[in-house]
Structures are given as structure tokens and as C-alpha cells.
């Protein structure tokens, strides 16, 4: 069977995407099992080397994927941004990322990756402006189309995108890491105690006997057999959830301590602090998760902000112990967030959020503060005649679901709190009046989708919902960058780290863009 029979090319295509989408070694087609498998599967078939792979088939497909993406990218009227620097540990590569995100005229929410680019020499802040406008260049896309980047709180990226032009916003989840550190580590309490279910994770972790031996006990218990977590430093929550693995065997390593030799024991009352520091955290945790969906908006976050303090501010009767760390955590949040009531990027986004309206900010003042900035930004939109004969605002929903959590809990007693206690029905005639009727009305439960609501109120309120598909279009987080990097290791790893920063690229781009292009 020849290269260029219809049937041959469908199977050479097919071979290049399974090695883009499932992380295959381009070496997978001189494999001895692989080549057999295919000779048994269309025996005509005549199996590419992997230099044909690399030198035509993926860029044929990474061009196909390239042009479907631009396709995409025509019409769109704002283009939020996410960014990152990483590099190899078993490759001398370092990559910047360019994931995108927008809001469709359909008002759905779209995501792509444009970049993964080979990132050399010193990490400067003019090194970084300077490629970051040449991928921009690369894709087209005009600097005014951006509406805003998110990058993590470095100093060299924070000046790189000032130089370069363009808003930006630090990640959420990364500015909850810092809060949460500056509250661990101020508590000596705390830390020596967590220093201690450190050092017993790791007994467990460096012996299999001692492991083996646990899960004896835990079976013995009828516990399922669970392995304790090791925590990593830079990531706050994965201290939590040792911490949680700790307590959950607290009785099993009980019996383990009274049997065989721990570096060191947990006395009753480092038990009983530990507990009320999961307690603790368990909101900033909640909170860490939903802000690293794919889903989080640049709305989600002076809401987030708003209940935490609220949480942390609230005195209970199980705060012996740890008062100290809650108001750390809070004074923490302060100042991590002082300046994020003043940001239009995030006020603007929130109004514009009908689960969150004007209902979220710390005072009164600030939310007409707020509502200037919108207003002001307003008078710059052009929407046109308001049309005739326009539907009556569909009823509230009633709220069915319970709250699950003391975060939402929080959420739901600020909404009612500050919910308006009347319903306007005006007809919109100008943008000013959109606004007003708009707020009158009550917020949507926080589990809708907010793009859902401005698709089918595009036509009650033209003005907001088109500056709605600006700043709705905005991630609250860079995990989009994070989440590309760890496909990142998978493509570049031991048995690909001769693999170019070029073919690297081409790999990354066809595996996180394909699905989008061809397979949905």
C-alpha cells in the first residue's frame, strides 16, 4: 500500500494524533510490539519511520490545528490570558506558556492554548515583554484586544507585563498560598506540630515493613487501608491534606507508636490543635479548589475574599488554641487584598457576575464606587436603540440545593442579607437604567452559570451583556498555564529528553488543542 492511498493517509494521521493525545515517544513506531500490532491490524500498511513523523506529519497537523483555532479567535472581542515559566529537570528546556480564554457570541465560555515556548536565557523582565510580544505577534492578536493577563506574583513578571503593555492580575490560588503560609508559620504551636506528622509520614514513606505493618493495624481496625500523605511545601494545601491523613489514622498509629518506635509521637493536645487547624483551613481549601476549576472567573474573587474574612472574623467556641492563627489568616488576607476593591478588572467583573451583582463588597461606599467604574466604562459602549416587546425577567429560582459546606453557608447569609427586598421590571431604555434594573433584580443561585444568564438577557440589557464577554472572559487563576505544564512533564520526560523544544511544542499544542479541533 502506498504512502499516498487514501487509506494509508488516514492511518498515518491517526497515528500522529495518537502520539500528540496520548504521550507517545515519536521512537513508538520503531517498537517492536507496535510495528506488529499494525502488521497485524492492515499488513499492506507501511509504517512511517519517526523522521517522517517529526519532519511532515505533525507539522501538517499542528497547522491544521493552528488555522482552526484562528478561526475561532476571528470576531471575539476580548481575549483574557494566562501565563507561566517552566522548566525541565530532566531536560535543559524552559518554556513560557500562552493559554487564552474568551467568551463566544453564544456567550460559552472557550479555551485554547496558543504557546508553550522555548524560553531562553535569563528570565528578566524585558526578556519576558520581549516574548510575549512576539507570540502575540505570531497569533495576530492586537494588544487591544487583551483584556487582561494572570501571572503568578513574581517580581521579574509582574514589571514584564507593564513593559509589555498590558493588565494583569496575580493568580488567586498562588495569593491564598502566601495567606495560608503567613498563618501557619506564625503559630510555633502549629508548626511543631506539623513538623512532627511530617517527620512520621516520612517514617512510613522510607520504610515498606513500617507501611506494611499499618496496614495490618488499619485492617485489624476494619479501616479501609490508607496510605498517609506527604506534603509539599510551596503547595499550602497539600500540608492539609496530611494533616487530614494524620487524623484519619490517628487511632491506627496509636496502636503502631505503643508497638514499634515513631521518630517522634503527637502528644494529645498537638492532636487536638491539628484538628482545629484543619478546621481552620477547611474554607481556604474549599476555596482553593473551586477557584482552580476550569470555570473560576475574575468575579469569584472579592466574594471569596468577602466570606473568608467573615469566617475568620467569627469567634466560636472551639477558637482555644488557635485564635492567634485565625487572626494572622485574617490580617494575611488584608493585606494580600487590600488594593482589590480599587481594581476595575475585579469590580467590574463581580457586578457583571448576576450571582454576585453588587452584594459581595465590604461597605456601601465601595459598592457605588464600583458602580461608577462600571457606569464610566459604560458610557464608552455604543449598544444601539434598546428593541421593542422584551421579555419580563424570568422569576427568581428557588434555591433547593442546601448549603454543603461552612463556605457556602457564608455565601448564602451574605446573598440574603443584602438581596433587595423589591423586583424592578422596567423596560431598559439606556444603558444607565439597564444597570439599575439589572441590580434591582435578585442574584442567581452561585451553582448557575453566569455566561448562561447573560445569553438569555442579552436583549433586556444589550450594554452589559456585551461588556459582560469582556470581563467574564477572565480566569481568577493561572492553573490553565500550571495544568499545560504538567502535560508538559509528561511530553518531555525520560524517555523523550532528547525531544527539540520545537517538536516539544508542536506535541503540546496538537495534544491540549486537537480535542477542541476534531474529537469533541
Same mark, same amino acid.
Given at each position: 500500500?502506498?504512502?499516498?492511498?487514501p487509506h494509508?493517509?488516514k492511518?498515518?494521521?491517526a497515528?500522529t494524533?495518537?502520539?500528540?493525545?496520548d504521550?507517545?515517544?515519536?521512537?513508538?513506531?520503531?517498537?517492536?510490539?507496535f510495528?506488529?500490532?499494525?502488521?497485524?491490524?492492515?499488513?499492506?500498511y507501511?509504517?512511517p519511520?519517526?523522521?517522517?513523523i517529526?519532519?511532515r506529519?505533525?507539522p501538517?497537523?499542528?497547522?491544521l490545528?493552528?488555522?482552526?483555532?484562528?478561526?475561532?479567535l476571528? =470576531?471575539?472581542? *476580548?481575549i483574557s490570558?494566562?501565563t507561566?515559566i517552566?522548566?525541565?529537570?530532566?531536560?535543559?528546556v524552559?518554556?513560557?506558556? &500562552?493559554?487564552?480564554?474568551?467568551?463566544?457570541?453564544? #456567550?460559552?465560555?472557550q479555551?485554547a492554548?496558543l504557546h508553550?515556548? !522555548?524560553?531562553r536565557?535569563s528570565?528578566?523582565? !524585558?526578556?519576558i515583554?520581549d516574548?510575549?510580544?512576539?507570540m502575540?505577534r505570531k497569533?495576530?492578536?492586537p494588544?487591544t484586544?487583551i483584556?487582561?493577563?494572570?501571572?503568578?506574583?513574581?517580581k521579574?513578571?509582574?514589571k514584564?507585563m507593564? =513593559?509589555?503593555?498590558l493588565q494583569?492580575l496575580?493568580c488567586?490560588?498562588h495569593?491564598?498560598?502566601?495567606?495560608v503560609?503567613e498563618?501557619?508559620?506564625?503559630?510555633?504551636s502549629?508548626t511543631?506540630?506539623?513538623?512532627?506528622?511530617r @517527620?512520621?509520614?516520612?517514617? #512510613?514513606?522510607h520504610?515498606?515493613l513500617?507501611?506494611?505493618r499499618l496496614?495490618?493495624?488499619q485492617?485489624?481496625?476494619?479501616?479501609?487501608?490508607k496510605r498517609?500523605?506527604?506534603?509539599? !511545601?510551596?503547595r499550602w494545601?497539600?500540608?492539609?491534606?496530611?494533616?487530614?491523613?494524620?487524623?484519619?489514622?490517628?487511632?491506627?498509629?496509636g496502636?503502631?507508636?505503643?508497638e514499634n518506635?515513631?521518630?517522634?509521637?503527637?502528644?494529645?493536645?498537638?492532636? *487536638?490543635?491539628?484538628?482545629?487547624?484543619?478546621a481552620?483551613l477547611?474554607?481556604?481549601?474549599?476555596l482553593?479548589?473551586k477557584?482552580?476549576c476550569?470555570d473560576?472567573?475574575?468575579? =469569584?474573587?472579592?466574594?471569596a475574599v468577602?466570606?473568608? &474574612?467573615?469566617?475568620l472574623?467569627?469567634? $466560636?467556641?472551639?477558637d482555644?488554641?488557635i485564635?492567634?492563627? @485565625?487572626s494572622?489568616?485574617?490580617?494575611?488576607v488584608k493585606r494580600?487584598?487590600? =488594593?482589590m476593591?480599587k481594581?476595575?478588572?475585579?469590580c467590574?467583573?463581580?457586578?457583571?457576575?448576576?450571582r454576585?451583582?453588587?452584594? #459581595?463588597?465590604?461597605?456601601v461606599?465601595?459598592?457605588?464606587?464600583?458602580?461608577?467604574?462600571? @457606569?464610566?466604562?459604560?458610557?464608552s459602549?455604543?449598544?444601539?436603540e434598546p428593541?421593542?416587546n422584551?421579555? %419580563?425577567?424570568?422569576?427568581?429560582?428557588?434555591?433547593?440545593?442546601?448549603?454543603?459546606?461552612?463556605?457556602?453557608?457564608?455565601f448564602e447569609?451574605i446573598?440574603?442579607?443584602q !438581596?433587595?427586598?423589591?423586583?424592578s421590571?422596567?423596560?431598559?431604555?439606556?444603558?444607565?437604567?439597564q444597570? %439599575?434594573?439589572?441590580?434591582?433584580?435578585?442574584?442567581?443561585?452561585r451553582?448557575?452559570?453566569? &455566561?448562561?444568564?447573560?445569553?438569555?438577557? @442579552?436583549?433586556?440589557?444589550?450594554?452589559?451583556?456585551?461588556?459582560?464577554q469582556?470581563?467574564?472572559?477572565?480566569?481568577?487563576t493561572?492553573?490553565?498555564?500550571?495544568r499545560?505544564f504538567?502535560?508538559v512533564s509528561?511530553?518531555?520526560?525520560?524517555?523523550?529528553?532528547?525531544?527539540?523544544?520545537?517538536?516539544?511544542?508542536?506535541?503540546?499544542f496538537?495534544?491540549k488543542n486537537?480535542?477542541? $479541533? #476534531?474529537l469533541?
Open positions: 500500500m502506498s504512502r499516498d492511498n494509508a493517509m492511518i498515518t494521521e497515528l494524533q495518537y502520539i500528540a493525545l504521550d507517545q515517544p515519536l521512537s513508538v513506531v520503531e517498537n517492536i510490539g510495528r506488529r500490532l499494525l502488521s497485524v491490524l492492515e499488513p499492506r507501511e509504517i519511520s519517526r523522521q517522517y517529526t519532519d506529519e505533525l501538517k497537523l499542528y497547522d490545528v493552528k488555522r482552526h483555532i484562528q478561526s475561532l476571528q =470576531d471575539v472581542s *476580548a490570558l494566562t507561566d517552566w522548566t525541565s529537570s530532566v531536560s535543559p524552559s518554556l513560557i506558556s &500562552l493559554t487564552a480564554q474568551w467568551v463566544d457570541k453564544d #456567550f460559552t465560555l479555551r492554548v508553550a515556548k !522555548q524560553f536565557g528570565h528578566t523582565s !524585558q526578556a515583554a516574548v510575549f510580544d512576539e502575540l497569533w495576530g492578536v494588544k484586544l483584556h487582561v493577563v494572570l501571572r503568578d506574583n513574581a521579574n513578571m509582574i514584564a507593564t =513593559d509589555a503593555g494583569s496575580p488567586f490560588a495569593t491564598l498560598q502566601l495567606v503560609n498563618g501557619l508559620l506564625v503559630q510555633r502549629v511543631d506540630a506539623v513538623a512532627i506528622g @517527620k512520621i509520614v516520612r517514617h #512510613f514513606k520504610s515498606t513500617a507501611y506494611s496496614e495490618d493495624i485492617l485489624q481496625l476494619n479501616q479501609p487501608t498517609l500523605q506527604q506534603d509539599v !511545601q510551596t494545601n497539600s500540608t492539609f491534606y496530611m494533616i487530614q491523613s494524620l487524623i484519619e489514622q490517628k487511632r491506627a498509629l496502636i503502631y507508636g505503643s518506635e515513631l521518630p517522634e509521637n503527637l502528644a494529645a493536645h498537638q492532636w *487536638a490543635l491539628l484538628e482545629k487547624t484543619v481552620v477547611a474554607p481556604f481549601e474549599e482553593t479548589r477557584v482552580s476550569s473560576a472567573l475574575a468575579s =469569584d474573587v472579592i466574594p468577602t466570606v473568608l &474574612l467573615r469566617i472574623n467569627r469567634e $466560636t467556641d472551639d482555644q488554641g485564635k492567634t492563627m @485565625k494572622t489568616l485574617a490580617a494575611a494580600r487584598f487590600t =488594593d476593591e481594581i476595575p478588572l475585579y467590574i467583573a463581580t457586578l457583571l457576575d448576576p454576585y451583582k453588587d452584594r #459581595f463588597f465590604s461597605n461606599n465601595i459598592a457605588m464606587d464600583a458602580k461608577e467604574m462600571l @457606569k464610566v466604562e459604560l458610557q459602549v455604543n449598544t444601539g428593541k421593542e422584551l421579555e %419580563e425577567p424570568p422569576a427568581r429560582r428557588l434555591r433547593m440545593t442546601q448549603a454543603s459546606s461552612s463556605l457556602d453557608r457564608v447569609e446573598t440574603e442579607e !438581596q433587595s427586598s423589591s423586583t421590571h422596567a423596560t431598559p431604555v439606556g444603558a444607565a437604567i444597570l %439599575e434594573t439589572y441590580l434591582g433584580e435578585t442574584t442567581i443561585a451553582e448557575e452559570n453566569p &455566561l448562561q444568564f447573560w445569553g438569555v438577557n @442579552k436583549i433586556r440589557f444589550p450594554a452589559l451583556a456585551k461588556m459582560s469582556r470581563y467574564l472572559s477572565a480566569p481568577c493561572s492553573v490553565e498555564s500550571e499545560l504538567s502535560s509528561h511530553i518531555i520526560n525520560e524517555e523523550r529528553n532528547r525531544l527539540s523544544a520545537a517538536n516539544a511544542e508542536m506535541l503540546l496538537i495534544k486537537l480535542p477542541l $479541533t #476534531f469533541k
